[in-house]
């Protein structure tokens, strides 16, 4: 028979920190393991009271509010230890940078920042369940699964609103670094395009250059140029750097596509000539890596910069290119 955990009703003042937050997440903190239908289920039957009045899903709690957080009945099996804890103790190595307000993470790639179609386990649940005692933990920003590198969590919501309001003003800089087909051109510094993103009816994501998507720019420079075979005129492949000035979905692997230089390992926008490159080279992953970011720390004022060393594959093909 399955245990049965009865808490009790409980009256939260709202921490200043925490002004801002949608009451339906808010209660998620405090409610673990409770299910969102349930959640929901509870706010609009008013068992949740806020100044002792019935709020809806989408209100934003304020700095002293009390909340009245009702006693829930949530079976132990509903919310079961993580099957994955050996993934979880691996990314304390992946801990770049840690203080009070925030934490930079050298995401591996292949982990997923966050659960969600058909995940239950992402980057961001791993650290939660790192920092069982973290109170607030949000991620920042996103990458795609299949890139590694820098990832930014903030470990407070002041720090979340003020690195959000950098990313609006475009204050905060990013850096990628990504192998590409061909030689890419010197004179080519940008690629501005206008993106606009599908979602399939199986859920994936696909986004394509078109003048009624949003206004979308890349800005690139050279790193560095291969040949794979001596016979070869030209470059085959080019390491190049590239800074997003926007952040939309797939936005450099599909700048980079429509360049004429997709990114190799690239499983979704990929060519004929990136998928024999992509073998050619051994890369068994995307070669699109967060190698740095600078922004304003929420703590310090100062301005910061982190950098992400290369996974041990990349690295390695990157070797053996060089003694090409």
Known sequence: MTDIIKPQVKFVTVDEDYAGQRIDNFLKLHLKGVPKSMLYRILRKGEVRVNKKRVKPEYKIQANDLVRVP???????????????????????CIIHEDDRIMVIN??????????????????????????????????????????????VAKKRSALRHL????????????????????????????KTALQKNVLKSGERIVNVDPNGKDSETRYRILEQYRLHQASVLP???????????????QIRVHSLHA??????????????????????????LFLHAAAISFVHPGTGEQVTFKAKYDKHIHGVLQRLHKL
Request: with cysteine; proline share 7%.
């Open 107 to 152: 995401k591996p790639s292949g982990i997923a920042v966050h659960g969600g179609s058909g995940l239950s386990f992402g980057l961001i649940e791993g650290l939660r369940a790192l920092r069982p005692e973290q109170k607030f933990m949000e991620l920042v920003h996103r990458i795609d699964r299949e890139t590694s590198g820098i990832l930014l």
């Open 164 to 191: 959000h309001e950098q990313l609006r003003e475009k204050k905060m800089q990013k850096r990628y670094h990504a192998l590409v087909c061909g030689a890419w051109p010197e004179n080519r510094f940008k690629v």
């Open 236 to 250: 085959e492949l080019t390491l190049v750097e590239a800074s997003p000035i926007t952040g939309r979905t797939h």
């Open 260 to 285: 004429g230089h997709p990114i190799l390992g690239d499983p979704k926008y990929a060519t004929d000539s990136s998928q024999e490159l992509t073998h050619n080279t051994g890369l068994q992953r």
């Open 71 to 93: 006693p829930v009945r949530v079976s132990e099996e509903a919310a079961p230890v993580n099957p994955k804890l050996s993934k979880v103790a691996q990314l304390e190595q």
